[in-house]
């Protein structure tokens, strides 16, 4: 059974702060896709990645293949950047994405 | 706006009722997939279809189906509605599959069983 686990669950910092999340994924997940859910309810696709680095803005994700771990990172957060952060994974049996909870961040001015 | 467009955006009805979720994928996008997002359960993958065809089921319930036209829209038909189908049900459109492509999300449609 595929697993995506992230942590922190619950993230605050202050504005101006360099953010990292991370997510553990289980044998079988070949590829991550990052996911920003707005308060509002809608979703975003940031970054999908299989190895590696991607950067864009001031967003980087990183995918460590052997260790089976990806971090997304946010450098000079702004609390424009305050929403719920999802990882998920493709991969095994399932065609669909399998997702982690979620970290819910919050970056106060 | 990712381009994939669902209606309605809300939807309020009762139990054992049946109800109808409408998707377009972007244009050109021939893959739509089809997600469910409760309190309890968080996101969940519930089927793909790719251009006309199911290719793959996820936690999708029996009393659940859907379809893809021709046109590359999708339905999802939800029926013998219970209070546990209240929830966000998202589609979200690529090119292929998600092993390569981008998904884009559409805005949802939140469903709430009385």
């Known amino acids: 059974k595929n697993e995506v686990e992230q942590s922190p669950q619950n993230l605050t910092a202050q504005e101006g702060e360099f953010i990292t999340i991370n997510c553990s994924y289980s044998v079988g997940i070949s590829a991550l896709h990052w996911l920003q859910q707005h308060p509002g309810g809608g979703i975003v696709s940031l970054f999908m990645l299989s190895s590696g680095k991607k950067k864009h803005g001031r967003l980087i994700a990183t995918i460590n293949i052997q260790e089976k771990h990806s971090s997304l990172h946010i450098t000079a957060s702004h609390p424009r950047d305050s929403a719920v952060y999802i990882c998920a994974g493709v991969g095994g049996g399932a065609d669909g994405l399998t997702f982690g909870k979620g970290t819910h961040l919050i970056i106060q001015p | 706006d990712s381009g994939v467009t669902q209606t309605p955006k809300h939807l309020i009805t009762a139990t054992g009722q049946r109800v109808t979720l409408r998707c377009s994928p972007r244009s050109g996008d021939l893959s739509v997939y089809w997600y469910q997002q409760s309190l309890d359960q968080g996101l969940q993958f519930l089927i793909h279809?790719?251009?006309?065809?199911?290719?793959a089921k996820g936690n999708i319930l029996e009393r659940f189906s859907a379809q893809q036209f021709p046109d590359l829209h999708s339905e999802l038909n939800l029926s013998s509605l219970e209070l546990g189908d209240s929830a966000l049900y998202f589609c979200?459109?690529?090119?292929?599959?998600?092993?390569?492509?981008?998904?884009?999300f559409g805005p949802g449609t939140r469903l709430t069983v009385l």
């Open positions: 279809y790719y251009n006309g065809e199911e290719r």
């Open positions: 979200a459109s690529s090119v292929g599959g998600i092993r390569t492509d981008t998904q884009y």
